[in-house]
């Protein structure tokens, strides 16, 4: 009898990746509620303060076995991290939800030009089809309507963010330093957070049930699906992490439905529908280019 197949490193990094991106997705609704009662800046610098501490505490090692320049690395992850989080918030004051949920979603779009640019390498046609077919995708999931002004242009730079974030990832995520860099990312949103929330306000949650909020986001949400991510990303190249973490709309939806009391469309079926099917092309394709080779950068 043969012995069972087992699943590579990079088909695990995609299943853990997906459990992520579900995580991230139920926590919509809680989180719409909090911040309703609380400023989101404040509640981004509570949630990753909280993650970033409670990460250290239980690895304190990890910190003091990460080099100088995997350190350096971490902080400008974090710092990638943090302005696609500011930029979206500032955003989001400005234009509709809808809107800015697509226009952050173009994320997946920058992902692979941004690693063509930065490692010089052709993307593959399958990871190009599973772009356009996940943004078409994310379109018919978020976008209803689209106007040009000051938001819009805010929440473009969150998108591109959030793509050199994954980019970066990708590139200098190891197996051996994904707990560390993970704390050093947190605990830098963490500071920039702190720092733009300071002049207003910085109070802590008003109530038990933003307590909860904060509590369930910082440490199911941030501190075990960053972790998560970033192991997951020192085994998958970045564009197939974005069009697996395009699933993350996906999953906002089915919660929303479930929990939020959403009204479930044909349009929402369809959009979900097209991700998943971008998922699979990138999955089933052939991979060249950027996604075959991975090059680390110097910073």
Do not use: N
């Not at 960053?226 to 395009?246: E, I, K, N, S």
């Amino acid at each position: 009898m043969s012995e069972p197949r087992r699943l590579s490193p990079a088909a695990i990094a995609t299943v853990a990746l997906v459990a992520v991106t579900a995580v991230w997705g139920s926590t919509f609704v809680v989180v719409k509620d909090a911040v309703e009662r609380m400023p989101v800046m404040d509640f981004l610098a509570w949630r990753f303060a909280i993650a970033a501490i409670a990460m250290a505490l239980v690895r304190p090692s990890a910190l003091r076995k990460l080099t100088p320049t995997a350190r350096r690395h971490g902080v400008v992850l974090g710092l990638a991290l943090a302005a696609g989080y500011v930029a979206q918030t500032f955003g989001l004051q400005r234009t509709p939800a809808t809107v800015s949920g697509f226009i952050t979603g173009l994320f997946l779009v920058f992902t692979p030009l941004c690693a063509g640019v930065l490692l010089r390498r052709r993307i593959g046609g399958a990871a190009w089809l599973g772009v356009t077919v996940a943004a078409a995708g994310l379109a018919l999931l978020s976008l209803h309507g689209l106007s040009v002004g000051s938001g819009e242009a805010i929440t473009l730079l969150c998108a591109l963010a959030f793509a050199l974030h994954i980019v970066g990832l990708g590139e200098w995520s190891t197996p051996r330093d994904a707990y560390g860099l993970a704390v050093v990312q947190l605990a830098t949103v963490a500071v920039v957070s702190i720092v733009v929330a300071a002049p207003d306000s910085l109070r802590p949650p008003p109530d038990a049930g933003v307590w909860g909020a904060v509590l369930l986001t910082a440490l199911a949400a941030t501190a075990v699906g960053f972790f998560v991510q970033t192991w997951a990303q020192a085994h998958l190249a970045p564009t197939r992490a974005a069009v697996v973490m395009t699933m993350e709309p996906v999953f906002a939806g089915v919660f929303g439905v479930a929990v939020g009391g959403d009204r479930l469309t044909v349009r929402t079926v369809a959009g979900a529908l097209l991700v998943l099917a971008a998922i699979f092309l990138v999955e089933l394709g052939p991979r060249h280019g950027a996604d075959a080779t991975v090059e680390r950068l110097e910073v």
